[in-house]
């Protein structure tokens, strides 16, 4: 059964840092573009950061910009996001995405682009 699964997620105090991990189930990442989306409640699920196949493209969003670092490890077949100075704000549910059989050197910020999802990881900063 094909799965994604997030890990990494909990409660962190403000400025603090996690790394979340995306880990497929019964398939390779190898030839996929990765994405990372959160969605707060009452929110729209946003893109946060994408990563290509090749490794070589990675895009954010301006929120993130700065804090968060999107990497893989095909070797692994992991793909992580670390999150550092964390704020309120980045409390949400965080997914993990895959657009299968994607291009070499192009990344994806929307939701629509993507193929197969993971069921979310809840990280909430919080003093």
């Known amino acids: 059964q094909l799965q994604l699964v997030e890990s990494g997620g909990g409660l962190i105090s403000p400025g603090g840092s996690l790394r979340l991990t995306c880990s497929p189930s019964?398939?390779?990442?190898?030839?996929?573009?990765i994405g990372w989306f959160r969605q707060a409640p009452g929110k729209e699920r946003e893109g946060l950061s994408c990563i290509s196949t090749s490794g070589n493209i990675t895009n954010y969003t301006d929120s993130v910009k700065g804090r968060f670092a999107i990497s893989r490890d095909n070797a692994k077949n992991l793909v992580y996001l670390q999150m550092n100075s964390l704020k309120p704000e980045d409390t949400a549910i965080y997914y993990c995405?895959?657009?299968?059989?994607?291009?070499?050197?192009?990344?994806?910020?929307?939701?629509?682009?993507?193929?197969?999802w993971g069921q979310g990881a809840q990280v909430t900063v919080s003093s």
């Open positions: 995405a895959v657009r299968w059989r994607a291009p070499q050197e192009i990344c994806f910020m929307h939701r629509n682009q993507y193929d197969f």
């Open positions: 019964a398939f390779t990442l190898r030839n996929s573009a």
